[in-house]
């Protein structure tokens, strides 16, 4: 078992809730793009919907630990 956890020093911390942002930033525009629809048609629709809400879900929650 490895033990040996080392702290993000503040400039890592910073650069990396950046990145994750603008990755956030990117999934949201894409996500709006296709929510304005009232009824998802297809399977592949619904999926990448969910995929979507799934992903930025998860970006908050990975900006919120930092």
Same mark, same amino acid.
């Given at each position: 078992e490895?033990? #040996?956890? %080392? *702290? *993000? @020093? +503040?400039g %890592?911390?910073?650069? $990396?809730? !950046?990145? &994750?942002?603008?990755k956030? @930033?990117?999934? !949201?525009?894409?996500?709006?793009?296709?929510?304005?629809?009232?009824v998802? @048609?297809?399977p592949? +629709?619904? =999926?990448? =919907?969910?995929?979507h %809400? #799934?992903e &930025?879900?998860? $970006?908050? !929650? @990975?900006? +919120? *630990? $930092?």
């Open positions: 490895d033990d #040996d956890v %080392e *702290m *993000m @020093d +503040e %890592e911390r910073r650069e $990396l809730i !950046n990145s &994750l942002k603008q956030w @930033d990117t999934v !949201n525009a894409s996500y709006h793009k296709m929510a304005h629809k009232a998802f @048609d297809t592949s +629709e619904v =999926k990448r =919907k969910v995929a %809400e #799934d &930025l879900k998860q $970006l908050e !929650n @990975d900006i +919120e *630990m $930092l």
